[in-house]
């Protein structure tokens, strides 16, 4: 008498279905992850730009430039604090300068910069995404608060950079 049981072609086409599902939700997955991150970043560059006003309106001025992961003291308007960078490996950096191509003006941003000061190249840790093509040592996202916005001050507008709310 047979017992009844699967067949050694059916537990493989059943393994096969299951790795093509998985597969998809994997890809699916990734996708949500990225799309977060972004989110996040919007959201996050909001908040600091919102929190740049009250400081503005409470000391008629913006704060001074600022090394990359410092706050430059807008923690009594942020309710959790300067944040940390929305992409692994990657800081929010105030930008406060002075706009090299017109004197008297300035350039106010929140920049998020994906690779330490000093470099090198292989240390950054840049978005896999179509706008962070290109990207070099100095590149960033950057939400633009008044003034030229760019990636960095040394390098001219048109640098590798993205502008998140441009």
């Keep these: 008498m047979r017992t009844k049981g699967f067949t050694l072609i059916e537990l493989l086409v059943a393994i096969a279905i299951i790795g093509v599902l998985s597969s ?15 989110s996040r970043a919007l959201a996050e ?31 009594p308007y942020l309710s959790s604090g300067w944040p940390q960078g929305p992409w692994p490996g990657s800081i929010y950096d105030w930008d406060n300068w002075n706009d090299p191509s017109v004197p008297g003006q300035k350039i106010h941003q929140v920049s998020i910069r994906f690779c330490p ?7 950054c840790n840049f978005p896999d995404e179509p706008w962070a093509a290109g990207f070099d040592i100095d590149s960033a996202a950057y939400y633009c608060v008044a003034g030229a916005c760019r990636s960095h001050i040394s390098h001219p507008v048109t640098y590798p950079g993205f502008c998140l709310n441009c």
């Design 24 to 38: 998809i939700v994997v890809v699916s997955l990734n996708e949500s992850r990225k799309r977060a991150y972004f």
């Design 45 to 75: 560059t909001r908040n600091i730009a919102v929190a740049l006003e009250f400081y503005f309106d409470k000391n008629d001025a913006y704060p001074l430039d600022t090394p990359r992961n410092i706050d430059p003291g807008l923690g």
């Design 117 to 123: 000061p000093s470099g090198p190249i292989s240390a």
